[in-house]
């Protein structure tokens, strides 16, 4: 997860560089004006208003906050968009302020603990309220942007401290005073018709930054992804009868598809039908209640399921086609998502479309409402200007364990859509839905075969979005699907998407066989996943959630039971992409399979077989097995282990840590010693006798030795306290901590005083560093672009750091260890190199030793001469430092074959595993 957080952090700080626009400001006139209106609509007197204009002149220079995300358009700042004039000052904007996160890089750890299988906080989801209370704003911050809002002339609308934002309605002046901007129109560069944006970056009177302002420019109208035949067979200039049509075999009139007819295909006739579950639509317009009758009564079947359609900022709920332009609402696409989720769900507990025009207002409230939808599909494409401005909203999705499926869109390629109207499909948090060709043995009956759909859009990221770990495993990512091992790679999933459904729109006939798109095939997998969830449920274990790290980790650990839980669709291509065997840009894994239910919901395990902590004693696997470890704990909340100098340590989710000071004896729980019960406690290191801890807030302790006693635990010295720190790691009594911005700084002995935390020197400044190690008092760090560089101890001076050698500068790179001065590194495809100490000439890395090229290594550790390794399957081996010779790397002793195993720990010569669910 760092390696995801470092690359996006870093794509992010690259993208939200903006220049000044070369157009000159308002003149002094025009802007006082506007300041004098605005002041006037609030009753302020001349000379108030004089001393208002000095103040907010001071305060606009020193002290306004830009916001976090970039909001500028890049057409606006190359004049790609020609400047057309000024939005009237009297029109009215719905925005929607929305608030930073409080700890983003505490949320990004606490994500990783929660999909990561064998950790106690495995699918163990926040509420609402426990979000809120732990990553949202505080409600000081919250009241503060409301008071700011009507401050500045706004009439607050909506919005909550749960859903992050305060939503608004404000006269162009009042927004120009309030941000800082000039709003201005211009024409647009691929669409015949204006829009309107700031000309600048905004700012705000407040002390601290502001997430995003949503609805500031309308440069990107959101589009469905759906498409109709006519249209396909026009843009490839062919007429309409060409069109190839599967739909033979459907239920509905002209042997179309219903959404019955998917859920046959996909899931059979068990028992399942979303019952106890809710489900959420995103949509931009309300509907006809009309077509959906027409629907059901046409087909002949009933709807169990009452929709509720909610508008979180008073966007109209109706949607009725009429002939004037401005008045016309098509509601194919939400009528669409109804019929595909409820054909896959027929008896949800409740369904709930959230209507908006503004993104982070939807998303906002499908994470905040109540009941709180756990599955939700959205057929809508848009191009925000930031990429990471709904970010927030979909971690918060995943905290929650909410899962949110996106259509990938009907161009054949992410790459190729007009201004990139990919997102939100393209981003690493969203689970990408692709399309296919399907064809079913009957009407109502099972999968027969499935091919690519030729519009499936999916491919490589445009938007620089980097690629998420759960693409890193090796095999997912190879020279047959041509994904790209540094950029985010989609579609995730896919189901049907051919032009092979019944559809009933906008008050007119219904139609068969016309009408395709990944819209219906996002909807279709958020009912999907209300059958896993129902089944969870009954299993006692934790839902579905953000299922991307967890598919992709099952399917490249086992192709048999990969088989089993998809149809991997083999044929079939988009316009840049093939379909290929296992993960391709066209179609992600494949459609869903009998055995997925009950992967992604298996029944309940004991607890007694959670989270095991074994010692190695010194036998080998053999023949007969790999019966050389003794148990030393099975503490089921145990999530990480850390060893040196004889001590062993382990950090339970709750933020106990624990010692073993004594072997244990008759009963395997003896010998262990409290040390701490912090719950902020999210990972600890040690080095020789020291044991350090790092808090999700950031902050950096070192134990004293003294055990807890009652409920308390004193015996800890704070380090450090900065909210930005992400990774510790010690070497011979000197401790090094990682920023999420790449800043990594050195311990000199000088703890944390009620002053402030200022024992710690600058090493380096560079936002690339994703990771570090240290041995022999001595820092590595590997870079987001697989380059590792050692340190030379020279510290950063204000300009630069200069005190690195690089080592490697291989992209494949994904992780490091180091002991004693023996550095080694991991690829992402399995190999494992050691460092001949050799650093980079040039163009050239030379020193290098290759140990290992098994696709199967997931993880390495090093001890001293010794390093070992961990495999997908949990197998654990280590070097007998033998290196490669040709296509065979032999030098290795397997250690233990446990599928149990997920981690590995080792330690002044002794070794020890962690076991969890996998």
Request: with cysteine.
């Amino acid at each position: 997860m760092q390696i995801l957080q470092a690359a996006r952090l870093q794509d992010n700080r690259q993208r939200s560089k903006t220049q000044p626009h070369p157009m000159r400001p308002l003149s002094t006139f025009r802007r006082f004006a506007k300041t004098a209106r605005f002041h006037a609509a609030a009753a302020v007197t001349l000379a108030g208003l004089l001393l208002v204009l000095a103040f907010s002149a001071v305060n606009a220079q020193g002290e306004a906050q830009p916001a976090l995300t970039r909001h500028v358009r890049a057409a606006t700042q190359s004049g790609e968009a020609k400047l057309v004039g000024e939005l009237p000052e009297d029109k009215v904007l719905k925005l929607d302020i929305v608030l930073s996160l409080r700890d983003p890089a505490g949320l990004d750890r606490f994500l990783k603990d929660l999909y990561r299988p064998g950790s106690s906080a495995y699918h163990h989801y926040l509420t609402v309220e426990q979000f809120t209370e732990r990553f949202g704003p505080s409600q000081q911050d919250y009241d503060a942007v409301v008071r700011f809002a009507k401050e500045n002339g706004f009439k607050v609308t909506g919005g909550t401290r749960d859903g992050m934002n305060v939503q608004v309605e404000a006269p162009i002046f009042a927004i120009e005073s309030a941000f800082h901007v000039n709003m201005l129109t211009y024409s647009h560069p691929t669409e015949h018709r204006t829009f309107y944006a700031p000309d600048r970056e905004p700012t705000a009177d407040l002390p601290f930054r502001l997430w995003q302002i949503d609805g500031l420019d309308n440069f990107s109208l959101p589009r469905t992804a759906m498409e109709k035949a006519s249209d396909f067979a026009k843009a490839h200039g062919i007429s309409p009868d060409k069109v190839v049509s599967h739909a033979k075999t459907g239920s509905g009139p002209s042997q179309s598809f219903l959404g019955s007819d998917m859920r046959a295909a996909y899931y059979g006739s068990g028992p399942l039908n979303g019952a106890g579950q809710n489900l959420g639509l995103i949509e931009w317009a309300g509907i006809d209640a009309n077509d959906l009758n027409e629907y059901y009564s046409s087909t002949g079947q009933t709807r169990h399921v009452t929709v509720e359609l909610f508008s979180p900022d008073g966007t109209s709920l109706s949607c009725v086609e009429t002939n004037n332009p401005k008045t016309a609402c098509d509601d194919g696409e939400q009528i669409i998502d109804l019929t595909q989720a409820l054909g896959m769900a027929p008896e949800l507990k409740s369904l709930t479309m959230f209507i908006s025009g503004n993104s982070t207002t939807l998303l906002a409230a499908a994470s905040s409402h109540n009941p709180l939808p756990t599955t939700i599909g959205c057929s809508l494409l848009w191009s925000p200007a930031d990429t990471s401005s709904s970010d927030p909203y979909l971690k918060k999705m995943a905290a929650q364990g909410q899962s949110f499926f996106a259509a990938t869109g009907d161009t054949g390629d992410w790459i190729i859509a007009k201004n990139h109207f990919s997102y939100p499909g393209s981003d690493d948090w969203a689970i990408a839905v692709g399309g296919t060709d399907l064809v079913t043995a009957k009407a109502g009956g099972t999968w027969q075969s499935e091919s690519a759909w030729v519009d499936s859009s999916g491919g490589i990221n445009p938007n620089g979005i980097g690629i998420p770990d759960w693409q890193h495993l090796p095999g997912v990512i190879n020279d047959f699907n041509g994904g790209s091992v540094t950029l985010r790679n989609g579609p995730d999933v896919s189901a049907n998407g051919n032009f092979t459904f019944y559809v009933c729109a906008d008050q007119v006939p219904c139609t068969a066989n016309e009408v395709g798109g990944t819209s219906f095939a996002a909807p279709m997998w958020a009912g999907y996943t209300a059958l896993v969830n129902q089944q969870a449920k009954e299993n006692g274990v934790g839902r579905a959630g953000f299922i991307n790290p967890t598919i992709y980790a099952l399917n490249t650990a086992n192709y048999e039971n990969y088989r089993s839980d998809f149809h991997d669709i083999t044929s079939g291509a988009n316009k840049h992409f093939k379909a290929v065997e296992g993960f391709d840009l066209v179609t992600g894994w494949g459609s869903p399979n009998s055995g997925l239910i009950d992967a992604l919901a298996p029944p309940s395990e004991p607890s007694d077989l959670w989270n095991s902590i074994f010692e190695y004693t010194g036998t080998p696997c053999g023949s007969s097995g790999c019966p050389g470890w003794k148990e030393l704990d099975h503490s089921h909340s145990a999530m990480q282990i850390a060893t040196q100098n004889g001590h062993l340590y382990r950090l339970e989710s709750n933020g106990h840590i624990w010692v073993q000071g004594a072997k244990s004896t008759g009963n395997i729980l003896d010998g262990w010693t409290e040390l701490d019960e912090n719950p902020l406690a999210a990972s600890i290191f040690a080095d020789g006798d020291d044991l350090y801890q790092l808090h999700y807030d950031g902050s950096i302790w070192k134990s004293t030795g003294v055990p807890c006693t009652g409920t308390s635990c004193p015996g800890w010295i704070e380090l450090d306290n900065n909210s930005g720190a992400v990774q510790i790691t010690a070497s011979r009594g000197t401790l090094f901590e990682l920023h999420a911005n790449g800043n990594i700084f050195r311990y000199t002995g000088k703890p944390c005083t009620s002053s402030g935390c200022s024992g710690w020197v600058q090493m380096d400044n560079n936002a690339r560093a994703i990771a570090i190690a240290s041995s022999v008092n001595l820092a590595y760090e590997l870079h987001d672009d697989g380059s590792i560089w050692k340190s030379t101890g020279a510290a950063c001076n204000s300009k630069d750091c200069p005190g690195w050698t690089m080592l490697d500068d291989n992209p494949y790179a994904v992780a490091i260890a180091v002991s004693d001065g023996n550095l080694y590194e991991l690829h992402n495809t399995g190999a494992i190199y050691k460092s001949t100490g050799v650093a980079c000439t040039g163009t050239s890395c030379p020193g290098w030793t290759k140990l290992d090229d098994n696709p199967l290594a997931v993880g390495i550790v090093a001890d001293g001469s010794n390093v070992y390794e961990l495999h997908s399957t949990g197998a654990v081996f280590k070097s007998t430092g033998v290196a490669c010779t040709g296509n065979s790397c032999p030098g290795w002793v397997q250690l233990d074959g446990n599928a149990a195993t997920t981690q590995i720990a080792a330690g002044a010569g002794q070794l020890y595993q962690l076991h969890g669910l996998r």
